[in-house]
């Protein structure tokens, strides 16, 4: 059956969602059980519950001391005590105990004067009716609606149903959802994966959000790329659960079975959505459940589960959980979209000078670190060719926005380092944050010039000079600006474990496959001034238009054979286990501008800098001096 599904259609997104639930309306609502109050922690009541009990249950004593009735005491004052007797006109009672006619009012023990006969007092004061006495039903009164319907239930709900006397509550039933993995080529986590295998990990994530978005999920199997059993897979999963979530073998592929199966099974409603990333998504229908496709790319896996799958949720939960948080910011490069797709990327935020600013991060669709290291999605709607740099743009959150507030963003040239003081940060500084992006030296320094970024890491070298950074901040910018001294670090080629093609140096690059950084970025500077150095010419170079945009980047590539040589920083290819030849050490430092040390983060990010702990760390990971680091030179001042 080895057949491509080339007909995809391409429905936009909401009219998916209306026509898929329209279908599903005669067979899917929400339903309910009856579970006991204590595990009854965020389900929503389906109809309004009222107390059996009285709280408190009795007339009660709200302090320690003794009761009596109110009318004995009128009399008493300073010049004439009333005697209280214990045991004849009043009795010793503690906070809580019932309260009994005739008494109806309490007197705190540190209103009795005490007397040499201890069973009694004397008292200064006359008591009023019902002193210091909680009536009954104070707090609750039986029969009295203690939740509504449609109510999430807390913590201190629970306290309140249990004082109230409830004991189960008839709650919205959680549906159980089956997520089946499928695939030949993918493997369980836990064993070495090998070249055409891939660790199996988006069921986990699929799992957790169907959780997190109040259903039941149930873990599968994983199904290799053959008709029948994923027939099979599909059947059984449909008749045990009541709504089922098939990844990958969505799309064209010759083993993208899923669509045919489910055709064959029951009613493919859409196939092929009008967003990007997750356009091959299915959305079927057997024996009355629904049964989604999800594409096998993780970020299309992640936005088909929400722009498909929670709206389905919704049908068997009602609509009432939380929408995720919004906010506008500014774009800070212009993004070009297709007019056939709503395209969700991915951004970082920040507020630099006042203003929220939106950083997009890598757009593929396989790119699942973006979505980590995402701060929210900006839609770009399919009836606009993309927006411009500047423009005010809609994100919807995956973060706090006080945490994005106290986040120091750092734009501009790569290290590792970047990763050690985002980790120190919120350890040595409670509520402070640091994200950084990569987009080169040069690439910082235009962020920071835009007012997009805090903090420009930048390593550029003077070819006149041989000085590093200094000139540079003081040719692009024409106001104070502050150079913070970073590192020293030994930048150099990283080669393969062993050097195997035996290269020394520069001048033995030719014929040889090397792998470049991206234009504006340092250590991209420092090649071309070495290649010069060596007499020799990018034309010479097999690969010097082949970039990567970070010194991890690189490494890995020379690591898995993808080229010969690279450079970059001895750090990087000690994690990745390879060779290093030292070239020489460059300056690694940020640029801010001095208005920015007002904020309590940036001192933060100083604090960290200089810290022993970051010290220690660079000095384990090696390949970096750290002598004056954070002195701070002011460039353009008066
Ligand atoms: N000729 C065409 N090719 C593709 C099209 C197209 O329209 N025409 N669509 C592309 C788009 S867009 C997407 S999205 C993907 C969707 O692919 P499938 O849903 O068919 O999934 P696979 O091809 O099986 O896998 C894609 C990718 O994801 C990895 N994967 C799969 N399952 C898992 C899992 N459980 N955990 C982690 N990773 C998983 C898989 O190994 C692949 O790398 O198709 C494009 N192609
Ligand atoms: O739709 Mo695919 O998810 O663009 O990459």
């Known amino acids: 059956m080895e057949k491509r599904n080339l007909y995809l259609n391409n429905t936009p997104a909401e009219e998916a969602v209306k026509i898929y639930r329209k279908a599903l309306e005669e067979c899917v609502g929400v339903s309910y059980e009856t579970i006991p109050v204590t595990e009854a922690l965020n389900r929503v009541t389906k109809s309004a519950v009222y107390a059996k009990y009285c709280s408190p249950l009795y007339n009660s004593a709200a302090m320690d001391g003794v009761a009596v009735k109110a009318e004995i005491t009128n009399l008493a004052s300073e010049r004439e005590p009333v005697e209280l007797v214990i045991g004849e006109n009043c009795q010793l009672i503690d906070t809580g105990d019932p309260i009994r006619p005739p008494c109806n009012a309490v007197i705190m023990a540190e209103d009795l004067v005490e007397t040499p006969d201890p069973s009694r007092f004397r008292i200064l004061a006359s008591a009023s009716p019902w002193q210091h006495v909680r009536p009954i039903g104070e707090d609750i009164v039986a029969g009295e609606m203690i939740l509504p319907g449609g109510h999430r239930i807390r913590p201190v709900d629970i306290g309140v149903l249990i004082a109230g006397g409830v004991q189960k509550v008839e709650v919205v039933r959680r549906p159980l959802v089956a997520v089946i993995p499928t695939g030949s080529e993918?493997?369980?986590?836990?064993?070495?994966?090998?070249?055409?295998?891939?660790?199996?990990?988006?069921?986990?994530?699929?799992e957790n959000m169907v959780t997190e978005q109040e259903g039941l999920p149930f873990r599968l199997p994983p199904v290799p790329d053959d008709y029948g059993l994923l027939r099979q897979a599909i059947l059984t999963a449909v008749r045990e659960h009541d709504m089922v979530l098939v990844n990958a073998g969505s799309s064209?592929?010759?083993?993208?079975?899923?669509?045919?199966?489910?055709?064959?099974?029951?009613?493919?409603?859409?196939?092929?959505?009008?967003?990007?990333?997750?356009?091959?998504?299915?959305?079927?229908?057997?024996?009355?459940?629904?049964?989604?496709g999800l594409?096998?790319?993780?970020?299309?896996?992640?936005?088909?589960?929400?722009?498909?799958?929670?709206?389905?949720?919704?049908?068997?939960?009602?609509?009432?959980?939380?929408?995720?948080?919004?906010?506008?910011?500014?774009?800070?490069?212009?993004?070009?979209?297709?007019?056939?797709?709503?395209?969700?990327?991915?951004?970082?935020?920040?507020?630099?000078?006042?203003?929220?600013?939106?950083?997009?991060?890598?757009?593929?669709?396989?790119?699942?670190?973006?979505?980590?290291?995402?701060?929210?999605?900006?839609?770009?709607?399919?009836?606009?060719?993309?927006?411009?740099?500047?423009?005010?743009?809609?994100?919807?959150?995956?973060?706090?926005?006080?945490?994005?507030?106290?986040?120091?963003?750092?734009?501009?040239?790569?290290?590792?380092?970047?990763?050690?003081?985002?980790?120190?940060?919120?350890?040595?500084?409670?509520?402070?944050?640091?994200?950084?992006?990569?987009?080169?030296?040069?690439?910082?320094?235009?962020?920071?010039?835009?007012?997009?970024?805090?903090?420009?890491p930048i390593h550029l070298l003077?070819?006149?000079?041989?000085?590093?950074?200094?000139?540079?901040?003081?040719?692009?910018?024409?106001?104070?600006?502050?150079?913070?001294?970073?590192?020293?670090?030994?930048?150099?080629?990283?080669?393969k474990k062993g050097n195997p093609l035996n290269i020394r140096g520069i001048s033995d690059l030719p014929g040889r496959r090397y792998v470049n950084r991206q234009r504006g970025a340092g250590t991209r500077i420092l090649f071309d001034y070495l290649l010069g150095e060596n007499g020799l010419t990018p034309a010479q170079i097999d690969g010097y238009t082949h970039e990567a945009s970070t010194h991890m980047a690189v490494a890995a590539l020379v690591g898995s054979d993808g080229a010969d040589a690279g450079m970059g920083i001895q750090s990087a290819a000690k994690a990745m286990d390879l060779d290093f030849l030292p070239i020489g050490a460059e300056e690694y430092d940020f640029a801010l501008y001095p208005k920015a040390l007002e904020l309590p983060h940036i001192q933060a990010f100083l604090?960290?800098?200089?810290?022993?702990?970051?010290?220690?760390?660079?000095?384990?990971?090696?390949?970096?001096?750290t002598t004056g680091t954070g002195e701070q030179i002011l460039i353009h001042g008066l």
Request: proline letters at 5%.
């Open 462 to 495: 003077d070819q006149k000079t041989g000085i590093y950074n200094r000139s540079y901040l003081e040719e692009l910018f024409h106001e104070p600006v502050l150079l913070i001294k970073g590192v020293k670090r030994i930048q150099g080629l990283i080669v």
């Open 252 to 292: 064209a592929g010759m083993e993208d079975y899923t669509v045919h199966v489910l055709r064959e099974l029951g009613q493919v409603i859409i196939h092929g959505v009008a967003i990007k990333p997750g356009k091959p998504v299915i959305l079927a229908v057997v024996d009355g459940k629904p049964v989604i």
């Open 186 to 206: 993918i493997i369980e986590p836990g064993r070495e994966p090998r070249e055409g295998e891939i660790i199996e990990s988006n069921s986990r994530m699929f």
């Open 607 to 625: 604090d960290v800098l200089k810290s022993q702990a970051f010290r220690m760390k660079l000095k384990e990971m090696g390949g970096y001096d």
């Open 295 to 456: 594409p096998g790319y993780p970020v299309s896996a992640f936005i088909g589960f929400q722009n498909f799958v929670i709206p389905v949720l919704d049908l068997y939960l009602g609509s009432n959980r939380q929408p995720a948080g919004r906010t506008e910011a500014v774009l800070s490069r212009r993004l070009i979209s297709s007019l056939k797709y709503k395209e969700y990327v991915r951004v970082k935020i920040g507020k630099v000078d006042g203003k929220l600013i939106a950083a997009p991060l890598a757009r593929g669709a396989g790119a699942a670190m973006s979505l980590v290291r995402a701060d929210g999605f900006c839609v770009i709607d399919q009836n606009r060719e993309g927006m411009e740099a500047g423009e005010t743009v809609q994100v919807e959150l995956f973060r706090s926005l006080s945490e994005i507030e106290h986040t120091v963003m750092v734009i501009g040239s790569h290290d590792l380092l970047l990763d050690v003081l985002s980790d120190l940060m919120p350890n040595l500084h409670p509520h402070m944050f640091l994200s950084s992006t990569h987009v080169g030296s040069m690439g910082g320094l235009m962020a920071l010039r835009r007012g997009e970024t805090h903090v420009a």
